[in-house]
């Protein structure tokens, strides 16, 4: 039997043109990979079910809870409670979105006797850790985060962390009603990409209560080391907190605030220009979110 020539290994394999590596190096996403024949190259199918794996251990691995709140308590805040939601495994978290954004008995329980320590209720702001769809990314980013953000808290009222488990955006919806808060943060993980398993998420919502809607929420996105910086997220955080304070509202209502605003004010910009005169400014003019701010208004619900 005569025997077939040996396939030529070095032509195996086609390379992408050079324009496309260029514009590879500027995002994480899967382009300019290459072919085998008609399938990808071995190295980026084992690339690809690796991120596969850290994705789905993402959403798999039990939020440190122990050692999460070790880090609150070193980093000086005063009082960290613990909640659970209605799903008490991840099992039962997953195939019930709606038991993530209600509390477990027990949990209100033990909130009913904290809310008799002073300074628990009626206050300005609720800060909830909750594992969502990637407790990697509690786990890494959240301690970070609030460092980055207390200084800019100033004299708020702020209410005792909570660090919730199988927690979804929600959640922080019923603890916010709890204590009187006049704004709910649920700063969690979000779903696992597979370039960025451990994205973080911050949704404001202002007067929480059970039955708010996404499209009366603010999201701040994709907080991690490739991505937002903690310091960014805690400024848009900070200026998204004031501004809810400020007017009540939070979502596309702060949205439709914040543009009225910048249509009020050049309209008396033009006005004055053409008058020659710069013009009085009004006291009662609610004062414009700055841009990437307001894009902190649209983002994934969870």
């Known amino acids: 039997m005569k025997r077939l020539p040996a396939p030529d290994v070095s032509t195996a394999i086609t390379e992408p043109a050079a324009g496309w590596k260029e514009l590879a190096v500027l995002t994480p996403a899967r382009v300019a990979l290459g072919r085998s024949g008609v399938s990808l190259p071995t190295r980026e199918l084992l690339s690809l079910g690796l991120a ?50 209600t509390l477990s008995d027990a949990s209100r329980a033990e909130l009913d006797h904290a809310h008799d320590a002073p300074g628990v209720r009626g206050v300005d702001l609720l800060l909830v ?73 911050i949704y404001l919502t202002a007067q929480p209560r059970v039955g708010r809607v996404d499209a009366e929420r603010n999201c701040i996105s994709n907080i991690h080391q490739a991505g937002m910086s903690y310091d960014e997220a805690a400024l848009q955080c900070a200026a998204l907190i004031e501004a809810a304070l400020n007017r009540g509202v939070t979502g596309v209502a702060l949205a439709g605030l914040s543009a009225a605003a910048g249509a009020v004010r050049a309209s008396r910009a033009s006005d004055a220009a053409t008058a020659g005169d710069p013009g009085p400014s009004s006291a009662a003019e609610p004062r414009a979110l700055p841009r990437d701010v307001r894009r902190a208004a649209r983002g994934p619900a969870e």
């Open 52 to 101: 596969h794996a850290r994705a789905r251990d993402a959403v798999h691995t039990p939020l440190d809870v122990t050692r999460l709140i070790g880090e609150l308590v070193a980093d000086g805040w005063p009082a960290v409670l613990q909640v659970c939601s209605r799903a008490q495994d991840r099992a039962r978290y997953l195939a019930r979105p709606d038991w993530g954004r």
């Open 129 to 201: 850790l909750g594992d969502g769809l990637s407790s990697a990314a509690v786990q890494r980013h959240a301690p970070a985060l609030l460092r980055a953000l207390r200084p800019r808290l100033g004299h708020l009222r702020v209410a005792p962390v909570v660090v919730a488990t199988q927690a979804r955006v929600a959640l922080a919806d019923e603890l916010g009603q709890r204590f009187g808060a006049r704004v709910a943060a649920s700063i969690i993980g979000e779903r696992p990409g597979l370039s960025s398993p451990d994205s973080l998420g």
